[in-house]
């Protein structure tokens, strides 16, 4: 039988206004996450929704969060000293450890996935670039908090280059680098995952589906046609786990279970 585990209750720290819609919440609790891993947060009263680890520390954490709906409506309205809950981590993370340089692609809100990544990256000496996929200026978060890492931070808004992100990363690819790692729109994933077979380059990705429970009862995160919840499996994936995954790229369910169309 499945463990039902008891949401943690935290207290929010500081609350970062990152754009006009984009903010970090700092939790106070010492958390034990692999970059990649994500917590199913509790707003009593309200739901809880999946975020990935934006990244941590020895005492505290942070998630961050796009608001997009209802929930996240009310989740930033929370201010220094609130309270809310999580239970996790939960899912599969990123293989960065024997790497020596590697090139991160985040975008949206799956920009959280992986700055955690790229900062234990740099905490293991791995020479990282980040590509910061982005539709205008304001939607660009973390650049700062990136380069205090020691990350090499690429957009197109830098210099005054306005190459879409694929572009720029088509270009990127063509360097020596030992791993992607992506988190965005599905359908940049698709195509980072495509280029990496054909290339023969290592890759993972982080594919977001509706998660209701995050410990595979439910089945919402299930994908066609091998049934696995990407709650469990995923949702980090190698390029060859994804390419298996028929939907990918082509469609999602949402919370009720119909189809989406991505295009």
Not at 41 to 51: E, I, M, Q, R
Not at 239 to 261: C, L, M
């Amino acid at each position: 039988m499945q463990h039902i585990e008891q949401p943690t209750i935290v207290t929010v720290k500081e609350v970062i206004k990152e754009s006009s819609n984009f903010k970090t919440f700092v939790l106070d609790y010492p958390l034990d996450a692999k970059p990649g891993q994500f917590l199913m947060v509790w707003l009593p009263g309200v739901d809880s929704k999946p975020f990935s680890v934006a990244w941590q520390k020895e005492n505290e954490f942070a998630i961050g969060v796009i608001k997009v709906g209802p929930y996240t409506k009310e989740l930033f309205k929370l201010k220094k000293g609130d309270k809310l809950g999580f239970t996790g981590p939960y899912g599969t993370s990123y293989n960065f450890e024997d790497k020596k340089k590697i090139l991160i692609l985040g975008g949206g809100s799956g920009i959280a996935s992986v700055t955690y990544l790229a900062q234990r990256a740099r905490e293991n000496n791995i020479e990282v670039d980040f590509l910061i996929a982005a539709k205008d200026k304001k939607s660009i978060v973390y650049e700062k908090w990136l380069e205090d890492q020691g990350i090499n931070v690429i957009h197109r808004f830098k210099k005054n280059n306005h190459e879409r992100a694929w572009d720029m990363f088509k270009e990127l690819s063509s360097n020596n680098y030992d791993s992607w790692y992506a988190c965005g729109p599905e359908l940049l994933l698709k195509k980072i995952v495509d280029l990496s077979i054909e290339k023969k380059t290592k890759c993972q990705v982080s594919l977001e589906r509706y998660m209701k429970c995050g410990i595979g009862v439910c089945g919402s995160c299930c994908v066609d046609p091998l049934g696995i919840c990407l709650c469990q499996a995923g949702p980090v994936v190698n390029a060859t786990f994804a390419n298996n995954i028929s939907e990918f790229g082509e469609y999602y369910r949402d919370g009720s279970g119909a189809k989406v169309n991505f295009k």
